[in-house]
């Protein structure tokens, strides 16, 4: 039986060679299909993966309306919590785990002189972050819920920012001055850079580069640090302004995020949502009935619009596309075949069943496809290097090619063509042998 | 021509004849698609900002230490001296953003003090007296802010200045017909008075959600001060962009060193700026061409194929046929005309195929409805396609001698 598949597959590789014009015009037809399917599928595959997948069910961002139905969007509540709301949750610690966040960016003043100052772009949060979000650590460990209560001044930083600062060495304990102020370093991270970066959507920082620096978000409070991404005021007016009263008003600038590990911790943490709501409301606060939001990782994601459009419009036409080279394909495959309808007739009744011709031809159809696989491989390749004109460099950067992609491609271009193959090879083997005999 | 000869002889290639027309059918969907989507992106991407966008360079200047607003502002116009006293610079100006940036600030406009629903949104740019020449504006009606004029203020303050400069569309949407000039319009912290009006300004975002107030801006004459920095907007003497822009930053530093410019993005000439804001929408037009021209490439060729195919299988009966009397060009005509009904069956089905798809698109990704001009176009398009694919083979059948209707296949 296999001696008879490798005899059917050195058939096709023989008949490749005939008809060269069909061949190659199937092998490039398949290869762009199967090309730009393949490139437009790794930019899709890149942001629209689980950025947390062992976590992402257990992981909520509860959002509450303090705007009310006369200012809100369509009924939703604001994407992010104001302080009043966000330290509410965080006093009322009713999840396994919560914490509260907002990008914030600190100056560096290297000692050495010539070397430039910069920003560090990262984040005020509180100690859970680290184990809510599973941030690896290179050094040390993130803080407690001691140093959040005592607004200390701790930092975790990235390993690209210990490389910078202390060329990589264990850093824990030492002192590193931000803006004029010292922190303590808790903590290096591990290379840590989830994307999309659902924990911040918000500000726009779905792609962005990888923060360097987290604090607790109680001493940047206390020290006036101001928020480096959005602020949603809503149009109501209610802002505050000064710093006090701004922390008082309603504009949203804060990311909640709690861990609810199973279904009856979600309800139970539903009801406490609608109940501060309901007590917001007898306080004269809200004049509205609760409107509360708890969606998980990928719900968020998805409400957040976390996928570029461009990503999915590219990757439907490409497919679209795909699909064309394949109905193309069948057109080829099926002239191909029919013009040897006087062989197919001679091997029919020389005592070949249907069954055999069946299986050359589809043997055939998967060298056609092997072929297209190969040259596809090559435009994907080509077609990766490109990326950076089509897409913005943030998101073209996400795409790579690896083995997983690689054997996509092939297996794609492979079955698509088997596929294409079923309606020329079964017209192949309905040649009767004695009509072809007949006509010769 | 006769059709009713093709049209059965058709009928012995059904699976052929399918192919063709499917294949012209998805083809014709795809095209008028990526072109609708190709110009849709260009338009976009050529709406004017309505400044110099040749000289004018932008200075992103963070401050280090975090300092207090006063501070702040002392700091500003320190900037702003070293940067007006440079031989290379025109004008400058603070601002908390700049047409394209991103990023910025957008507020709520109304007409009532007690009113609930906007007027209508707009982007608010801090500005100075100097703001208007920096950026190469337009006074249309009113006049400029006076030096004595400008204030400052913390992000968190009111935003309630006494007098603002406003957008032609935003006059023309807040008071249609009017003129703009004089009238009061109440913004997030209170009342403003109009006293000038300005061509054209367009907003900080070109993105998806700020396209209803795309050239409603309100200039307001403060200058914001941040503590985590501002940006400074410079118009370079016509020719001395180049040199300006790394000046600038050598004599901030010099001045001032306690700052970050960053090194990628620090300092954006105006180009830089439209380049960096319309990447996706450059990006998708480059890729729907490309999937375009590959796309007719592979139907024309398939075309090629399979009509080559049914040449060489009829070899015969076109010999039968010439043996008869029938002339090379009736035969070419055959093949034509046989392309043509398989290609107008494909485009009437493609039509409905693409206004199928764009309808999908329009409530799925925020597109807009597939214009006609593109359906035609892409109608012609594919017809033309289809009869160039074809002649090819015709050619060849055309050229089968009348001898061929004696010899066996």
Request: aromatic share 10%; charged share 20%.
């Amino acid at each position: 039986m296999s001696g008879m598949f490798v005899h059917n597959l050195r058939l096709g590789a023989a008949s490749l060679r005939r008809n060269v014009l069909l061949t190659t015009l199937m092998i490039m037809s398949i290869g762009f299909g199967v090309a730009a399917s393949m490139v437009t599928f790794a930019v899709f595959r890149a942001v629209s993966g689980d950025p947390i997948p062992q976590k992402s069910s257990q992981l909520f961002v509860p959002l509450i309306d303090n705007r009310g139905p006369q200012y809100n969007r369509h009924g939703e509540p604001p994407s992010a919590l104001n302080y009043v709301d966000a330290v509410a949750l965080m006093r009322a610690h009713k999840a396994v785990r919560q914490t509260m966040l907002y990008p914030v960016g600190l100056s560096v003043m290297p000692d050495d002189p010539h070397r430039m100052p910069f920003k560090a772009p990262g984040y005020a949060t509180y100690g859970d972050f680290f184990s809510m979000f599973d941030v690896p650590f290179l050094f040390g460990s993130g803080w407690s819920d001691t140093e959040d209560e005592a607004r200390e001044p701790v930092i975790v930083i990235s390993r690209e920012l210990n490389q910078k600062l202390f060329g990589g060495s264990n850093s824990v304990g030492q002192r590193l001055v931000l803006d004029d102020k010292q922190y303590r370093i808790v903590g290096v991270t591990n290379k840590w850079d989830p994307k999309p970066r659902f924990f911040d959507t918000f500000s726009g920082n779905a792609y962005a580069d990888p923060a360097q620096i987290y604090i607790p978000f109680t001493y940047a409070i206390a020290q006036h640090i101001d928020t480096r991404g959005n602020n949603n005021c809503g149009s109501d007016g209610k802002r505050g302004d000064t710093w006090d009263s701004w922390l008082q008003g309603e504009c949203v600038w804060i990311n909640p995020w709690v861990e609810l590990d199973n279904a009856a911790q979600v309800q139970a943490y539903r009801q406490f949502l609608d109940g501060y709501a309901r007590e917001q409301r007898e306080a004269g606060r809200f004049n509205w009935a609760p409107n509360n939001r708890l969606r998980d990782v990928r719900e968020w994601l998805d409400y957040q619009r976390a996928v570029p459009p461009e990503s999915r419009i590219s990757m439907t036409l490409a497919f679209g596309f795909l699909l064309i080279c394949l109905v193309n394909t069948i057109g080829l495959l099926l002239a191909k075949f029919m013009r040897r309808a006087p062989e197919i007739g001679v091997r029919r009744a020389l005592g070949a069943s249907r069954g055999d011709i069946y299986r050359q031809f589809l043997a055939e159809a998967a060298m056609v496809g092997l072929a297209g696989g190969a040259l596809g491989l090559m435009f994907t390749a080509i077609g990766m290097l490109g990326l950076g004109m089509v897409f913005e460099p943030q998101i073209a950067r996400l795409a790579h090619l690896d083995v997983s992609l690689m054997l996509l491609t092939l297996l794609v271009a492979i079955l698509a063509t088997v596929v294409a193959a079923f309606y020329p090879t079964w017209r192949a083997a309905q040649v009767q042998p004695a009509w072809q005999l007949k006509s010769n | 021509m006769q059709i009713k000869p093709i049209l059965s002889a058709l009928r012995r290639h059904k699976a052929g004849t399918f192919l063709i027309a499917a294949q012209i059918a998805l083809t014709l969907a795809i095209v008028c698609n990526a072109l609708f989507i190709i110009q849709q992106r260009v338009a976009h991407l050529s709406e004017p900002s309505g400044i110099d966008e040749a000289n004018i360079f932008v200075i992103k200047s963070e401050w280090v230490g975090a300092p207090a607003p006063d501070q702040a502002d002392a700091q500003m116009r320190e900037d702003l001296q070293v940067l007006r006293q440079l031989p290379g610079v025109q004008n400058v100006t603070p601002s908390n953003s700049y047409p394209l940036r991103g990023d910025g600030w957008d507020d709520a406009i109304r007409l009532k003090p007690d009113q609930v629903q906007d007027s209508s949104g707009a982007t608010i740019y801090f500005a100075d007296e100097n703001f208007l020449d920096t950026l190469d504006l337009k006074l249309i009606a009113g006049r400029n802010f006076r030096a004595e004029e400008i204030g400052h203020m913390d992000l968190r303050y009111k935003l309630a200045p006494p007098v603002v400069i406003i957008t032609k569309a935003l006059a023309e949407k807040l008071f249609p017909g009017e003129t703009a000039v004089g009238k009061t319009i109440y913004l997030i912290g209170g009342p403003a008075t109009v006293i000038g009006e300005v061509e054209l300004l367009q907003a900080q975002s070109v993105e998806h959600w700020a396209s209803e107030f795309a050239y409603r801006s309100v200039i307001i004459p403060e200058r914001l001060n941040v503590s985590l920095g501002a940006f400074y907007i410079v118009r370079a003497r016509p020719g001395q962009l180049e040199t300006a822009m790394p000046a600038a930053v050598k004599a901030l530093f010099a001045h001032n060193p306690r700052r970050v410019i960053n090194e990628d993005d620090g300092v954006l000439s105006f180009s830089d700026v439209r380049s960096r804001a319309y990447e996706s929408d450059r990006g998708m037009a480059i890729l729907m061409g490309v999937i375009c021209a590959v796309l007719l490439a592979v139907t024309a060729a398939g075309i090629v194929g399979l009509t080559s195919f049914w040449v060489g299988q009829r070899r015969k009966q076109i010999g039968v046929r010439r043996a008869l009397g029938a002339t090379r060009r009736d035969i070419l005509n055959y093949f034509m005309t046989e392309n043509l009904l398989i290609s107008v069956g494909g485009v009437l089905f493609g039509a409905v195929l693409a206004i199928a798809i764009n309808l999908w698109m329009v409530t799925r990704f925020e597109m807009h409805h597939l214009s006609m001009v593109y359906l035609m176009a892409g109608v012609a398009m594919l017809l033309l396609l289809g009869q160039g694919a074809v002649l090819a083979p015709a050619l060849r059948a055309s050229r089968v001698p009348p001898v061929e209707a004696t010899r066996s296949v």
